[in-house]
T-cell receptor
Framework: DTEVTQTPKHLVMGMTNKKSLKCEQHMGHRAMYWYKQKAKKPPELMFVYSYEKLSINESVPSRFSPECPNSSLLNLHLHALQPEDSALYLC??????????????FGPGTRLTVT | AQSVAQPEDQVNVAEGNPLTVKCTYSVSGNPYLFWYVQYPNRGLQFLLKYITGDNLVKGSYGFEAEFNKSQTSFHLKKPSALVSDSALYFCAVRDRGWGGATNKLIFGTGTLLAVQP
């Protein structure tokens, strides 16, 4: 099973709201990622977790707050977002980070609209 | 700095014809290269990767890619295109920064493949 699931599929939120995106994988992968993707553009890496610890933060604004409660789950907490944050948010996972070159498996994404 | 380039924003091909989606790379050392496909309103799906070994890599859905070190290219190919292959295709290279310890991918700008019936 190479499935990464994400909920919700769509989310509309106001600039003062607090919401969370969820991601789950049951492949035993130890690395998980959050990406932001604008229409017809490549994904932009936001965060990387390895063994439930934050490994990379690509200078993402603090209104985005990641959390990795366990090796299967990854959350992205959203607060006080701006309209320009509207995008497709993709979660991905891979077996690991270092030592081998691991392909990443992506979820279907959450389409976020900030009003 | 490492990078990949996809010189074509869009490729049009008739169903049944062979297709090629181009990718060139610029890296120091040996490149680790990937192809992903994205169907409308979906996440990216892994197609294939080149790490080492045979220059012709076979992947999912009948796709293959040829690694050419002298031309620094990693073009995606399929002998006979299907309408269902119409999608956005991304080439990517693994970032060698951090000693390669991040598995971070550097994506190309993407190529939209349109297969006409």
């Amino acid at each position: 099973d190479t499935e990464v699931t994400q909920t919700p599929k769509h989310l509309v939120m106001g600039m003062t709201n607090k919401k969370s995106l969820k991601c789950e994988q049951h492949m035993g992968h130890r690395a998980m990622y959050w990406y932001k993707q604008k229409a017809k553009k490549p994904p932009e890496l936001m965060f990387v977790y390895s063994y439930e610890k934050l490994s990379i933060n690509e200078s993402v604004p603090s209104r985005f707050s990641p959390e990795c409660p366990n090796s299967s789950l990854l959350n992205l907490h959203l607060h006080a977002l701006q309209p320009e944050d509207s995008a497709l948010y993709l979660c991905a996972s891979s077996q690991g980070l270092a030592g081998e070159t691991y392909e990443q498996y992506f979820g279907p994404g959450t389409r976020l609209t900030v009003t | 700095a490492q990078s990949v380039a996809q010189p074509e924003d869009q490729v049009n091909v008739a169903e049944g014809n062979p297709l090629t989606v181009k990718c060139t790379y610029s890296v120091s050392g040996n490149p680790y290269l990937f192809w992903y496909v994205q169907y409308p309103n979906r996440g990216l799906q892994f197609l294939l990767k080149y790490i080492t070994g045979d220059n012709l890599v076979k992947g999912s859905y009948g796709f293959e890619a040829e690694f050419n070190k002298s031309q620094t290219s990693f073009h995606l190919k399929k002998p006979s295109a299907l309408v269902s292959d119409s999608a956005l295709y991304f080439c990517a290279v693994r970032d060698r920064g951090w000693g390669g310890a991040t598995n971070k991918l550097i994506f190309g700008t993407g190529t939209l493949l349109a297969v006409q019936p």
